[in-house]
Every structure is written in C-alpha cells, then in structure tokens.
C-alpha cells in the first residue's frame, strides 16, 4: 500500500467497523452451524487495502500527539490494525484449521459424529465409563491437530512482537490490559490456597452426589461437562423451561429480552453448532446475538444468564459513543463483570426456590452445588493463569512445558487434565486473566449490591437501573476502573472467597 492510501484515524475506524460486522457475522455462522465452512479468508482479501505496516505507522504516530480519550480511541484503533495484519497473514492457515476441525469426525460404538458433536455428548452422557471412552476418544482425535495448533500459534506470537515492538508475549498483555499479570496471579493463588480447604469438603460431597461412589478418586476432565450440567438435577432443571425461565428471572431486573429486538437469540440445536454459549456483538447496540445450546440441566440457565449479561451490556451501551467505545475494548475483562453478576442469580438458593418450587432446604443444596462448580472454575482457571506465564515466560526459550498444565490444573481442582489439552485450551490474549478479574469485580460488585440494595438485589429493578448506567459507557472503561467506582482495591480477593464458599 502506497503512503497516500493511508487512511485517516475517522476514515480507518469507519472502514473497520464494515470489516468487524462482517467477519462477526461469518464466525457466527460457522459456529451455529449454519455454514460448515468458514470462508474468513475471503473476508480478510476484501479488505486488505485496511491494514498495513504504513496504516499502522499512521495511527501510531497520531496516538503519539494525543491526550486522554482521543489517545485512548486511537491506542485501541492502533491494536486493532495490528490484529488485522496478523490476520491477513494468517487468515488463510487459521480457515483450515478450522475446516479440518468441523470436519473431524469419530466413532463411538459404531456411530459416527462430528468432532464437535462428540464433545457436546459428554454433557449428557449418563454412564460415568461411556463419558470416560468417549472422552479419551476425542481428546485423541483433538490432539491431532495439536501440530497445526502448534505452528499457528507461534506464527502468530511471531507476527505479533515485530507489530506492537514489544518481544514478549507477558509484557505485551501486560502493556494492552495495563495491569500486572505477575502481582495478578500472585493475589489469586493466594485466594486459591485460602478457599482449599472449604472447596476440598464441597469437592468430597459433590464428586459423590454427580459422579457417584464407583468414579476414580481423580476423575478426568472429560466429565467436567457432565458436572456443570449438575446432570442428576436435570428432573428439576429443564431444557424446555430454561428460556421461560430466564427471561423472568431478566424481567424482574426490569430488562425484557422480547422487547430488544436488537439481541438477536439463537437457542436451536444443530449437530454442528458450538456447544459453548457464546454472544456475538457485530455492530452494538445494533446487532448482537445471544446463541446458546441447550441440553438440559442447571447449566442451560447458567449459560443464558451469563450470555445475557454480555448482550445487554452491548446493547446498552450508548448509540452515540464512538464506535471504538461501543465495539473494542482493551481487553475481556469489563464485559465478563456483567455476564459473571446476571450469572450469579443462580447461586441464589431464593432463585432455586421461587422458579423450581423447592423446599428451603433443597434450594439451599442445588445452590451449594452451583457455588462448588464457580469455585472448582475459579481454581482451575487461576492454575490455567500460572501455566500459560510460565509457558510464555519460556516460549522463546525452550518451547514451554506442557506436563505443568497437566501438574498445575490437576492438583488445584481434583480433576485430571492430559498435557495434550493444553493448546485447545489455550485462549488468545491471557483470556484466563480476562476472567480471573472479572471473578474479582463481579464479587465486589455484589457485594456493593447487597450493601446498596439488600440480600434481594438479583430480582430488584434497582439492580437493572444501575446496571444499565455502566452498560451505557460501553466498552470505554476498564474492569479496574469499576473497581475503583465501587471503592475496592482491583485486587482484593475478599469478596470472591465469600462467593466461593470460602
């Protein structure tokens, strides 16, 4: 690209959010189902006249000249153009990848299913020994690909270093999230020591009530799925009520789903479709899909309420705020604040008694099981967080060490993980410490709640309206930034060992 083609930051940001709109759109198809081919690659092509090592010297050297919010937009509209260079080089690599994993296909007991269809069973698989062959199988079948997995990530962690200037990929995020990662981790594996031995005892009742008395003493990760489904409570939670019952839940927080035509709901099932619940923000508050994969169980209402609080963040925010500040954040770490606190409802044990018809008692049980599964997430994502600074620490070096995922993960949570995993599980950009501060915020912020609004916060349209105040900042805060509203330190663990039982 010649230097007269270089864009203005105005005229970039217009164009980026034509580009963003429609590769939102793409993966949303994919990921749904609807398509079983992904065709970014194509996307990427129509506008490789945006990104450029001259566009990107053109926004760095603007953002140089800058001050407070203009600085900000601009920071964030220069990260952007070198995400996109990464993906114009990588597009192509990244498709395939992706098309050979939706066409993995495996066998078990004589049928045979797509890869993906594979793991959305072990969900719903009653039979401990039928969950534990099925998962071995497509954990196989996954680790296949770990080789491409391999090679993508350090092409991209390659491109990556030479875009930004920094080399390394710790003190790169560190530089993007303006945080710590290292004083991070350090405050969260204190939390993780201080709730042992209250996890160990709900560990030791709710391995026994999910997986029963004949389950190995370190079960595999293959019945994770199966746990946070709280499957033997499916009689009470299910599939068919959970939309009806969400909805209401929203309601009494004064938001009504069916009067934002904006969120856009895809609850279907389809045998291609993500069994991960996700929401897809193509141009908030305009278009933002809320897509889920219900398959009976707590975890169905978990995953919509967690979903909704992404998508009435989005489209909450305010039409009128530059589309930066509706679109692109410095990092995860805001929204997961509001999907993490629509979520936490249900470890109301009122919310288990007013919307399922259960006794006191029974209420406070299943709701005792909701807060062992936040808390086993909680510990195996803050062990996933000192892996992935360890792996990267020594990325350059040595390549890492895929056996300490294996060590880290499994001793934390009581589960076993295979080494093998750890490139699937390897989200981009330090996501785990993206949710690891979003578990500290949304603490904090319920408990800001029950002090502000009192024990009945999760069904008080006070709660909404002040709710709705922060989704209308869109994405231009950061998650220590709400921290510093509600008057706690960013890294106080407090709050969140009282929400895990601890």
């Given at each position: 690209m010649s230097a007269t083609s270089v864009l203005s930051a105005t005229d970039f940001s217009s164009r980026l959010e034509q580009y963003l709109f429609e590769r939102s759109e793409e993966w949303r198809a994919v990921r749904v189902g609807e398509k079983e081919v992904s065709e970014q690659a194509e996307i990427v092509g129509r506008y490789a006249d945006l990104f450029s090592r001259e566009q990107l010297a053109a926004l760095r050297q603007a953002e140089e000249g800058t001050s407070g919010d203009e600085r900000e937009l601009l920071y964030r509209l220069r990260k952007t153009c070198e995400s996109g260079l990464v993906s114009a080089q990588l597009a192509e690599r990244e498709d395939e990848l992706e098309n050979r994993l939706l066409g993995a296909r495996v066998?078990?007991?004589?049928?045979?299913?797509?890869?993906?269809?594979?793991?959305?069973?072990?969900?719903?698989?009653?039979?401990?020994?039928?969950?534990?062959?099925?998962?071995?199988?497509?954990?196989?079948?996954?680790?296949?690909?770990?080789g491409d997995r391999l090679e993508l990530l350090a092409a991209t962690e390659e491109l990556s270093a030479d875009l930004s200037e920094i080399p390394g990929a710790v003190e790169r995020n560190e530089e993007e999230k303006d945080i710590s990662l290292r004083d991070l981790s350090r405050a969260l594996e204190q939390a993780s020591v201080d709730s042992t031995e209250s996890y160990e005892r709900l560990r030791g009742t709710w391995f026994e009530r999910l997986l029963g008395a004949d389950r190995e003493e370190i079960p595999s990760s293959y019945h994770t799925a199966w746990m946070r489904r709280l499957s033997p409570l499916e009689s009470t939670y299910t599939k068919d009520r959970a939309t009806e019952i969400c909805l209401q839940t929203l309601n009494a927080l004064g938001f009504d789903l069916n009067a934002q035509p904006n969120i856009k709901l895809d609850l279907d099932d389809r045998p291609q479709k993500s069994p991960r619940a996700c929401v897809i923000a193509s141009d908030p508050p305009k278009v933002v899909h809320l897509i889920t994969r219900a398959q009976g169980g707590l975890h169905d209402y978990q995953a919509f309420l967690h979903e909704a609080g992404h998508a009435l963040h989005y489209a909450g925010c305010d039409p009128n705020l530059p589309y930066i500040f509706r679109r692109i954040s410095r990092d995860h770490a805001l929204t997961e604040i509001f999907s993490y606190i629509v979520e936490a409802i249900s470890r109301e044990p009122e919310w288990h008694e007013l919307y399922f018809g259960l006794s006191p008692e029974q209420a406070r049980e299943n709701a005792e099981a909701t807060t062992f599964l936040e808390a086993l997430l909680f510990r195996r994502y803050e062990a996933k967080l000192r892996f992935e600074l360890d792996y990267w620490s020594r990325f350059g070096s040595d390549g890492g060490d895929p056996a300490l995922y294996e060590r880290l993960l499994t001793g934390a949570t009581g589960v076993r993980y295979r080494k093998e995993g750890y490139l699937s599980d390897m989200d981009a950009g330090?996501?785990?410490?993206?949710?690891?501060?979003?578990?500290?915020?949304?603490?904090?912020?319920?408990?800001?709640?029950?002090?502000?609004?009192?024990?009945?916060?999760?069904?008080?349209?006070?709660?909404?309206?002040?709710?709705?105040?922060?989704?209308?900042?869109?994405?231009?805060?950061?998650?220590?930034?709400?921290?510093?509203?509600?008057g706690s330190d960013p890294l106080d663990c407090q709050p969140l060992l009282h929400e895990i039982g601890a």
């Open positions: 066998t078990f007991r004589g049928e045979e299913m797509p890869l993906r269809n594979a793991q959305a069973q072990l969900a719903v698989l009653a039979e401990y020994a039928d969950r534990e062959e099925l998962g071995a199988i497509q954990a196989e079948a996954s680790a296949a690909f770990n330090f996501y785990s410490a993206d949710y690891l501060r979003a578990w500290i915020r949304s603490a904090q912020l319920r408990s800001h709640l029950v002090q502000e609004i009192g024990d009945d916060w999760w069904r008080s349209p006070q709660t909404g309206d002040l709710l709705r105040d922060l989704f209308r900042e869109g994405t231009k805060p950061t998650s220590e930034d709400i921290a510093g509203r509600l």
